[in-house]
């Protein structure tokens, strides 16, 4: 992944205050996605690796997570999961943040990973894969 790591770490921090508001685009719908984390850690993987033989794996990964409580995304989402489906596709999240009295644009675009589901919101989980200030 190349990606702006100060920007990156400037999301994690932003994200511990709450300061940010994330949106999350799919099929074009716009869900907002709430009680965001950024997070740099590990995965269960052993040294770098090609999972499953459809995307590549780091040991260490940004991931991120977030809420939503519009279930009417639920089933967009079928296709987004990693796993046992070989055609999953990228979810492209946008925020603005100011960075050094700039604002920018930032499009996030994530590999869902997992998703735990309520009855009145889903909580997803997602490995950040690509970051583009627009």
Do not use: C
């Amino acid at each position: 992944m190349t990606v702006d790591e100060n920007i990156l770490k400037f999301l994690i921090d932003s994200t511990k205050s709450d300061s940010l508001e994330f949106k999350l685009d799919l099929k074009d719908n716009s869900y907002i996605l709430t009680d965001v984390s950024v997070t740099y850690s590990p995965i269960p993987v052993n040294k770098p690796t090609t999972r499953g033989g459809v995307y590549f794996s780091e040991k260490f990964a940004y991931k991120m997570k977030g809420t939503i409580k519009d279930l009417s995304v639920v089933p967009l989402l079928t296709k987004k999961m990693l796993g046992p489906n070989t055609e999953f596709g990228e979810i492209k999240i946008t925020t603005i943040v100011s960075i050094n009295d700039s604002t920018k644009n930032l499009e996030i675009f994530t590999n869902l990973t997992n998703s735990v589901q309520t009855p009145d919101s889903i909580e997803l989980s997602m490995i950040i894969v690509k970051l583009e200030s627009v």
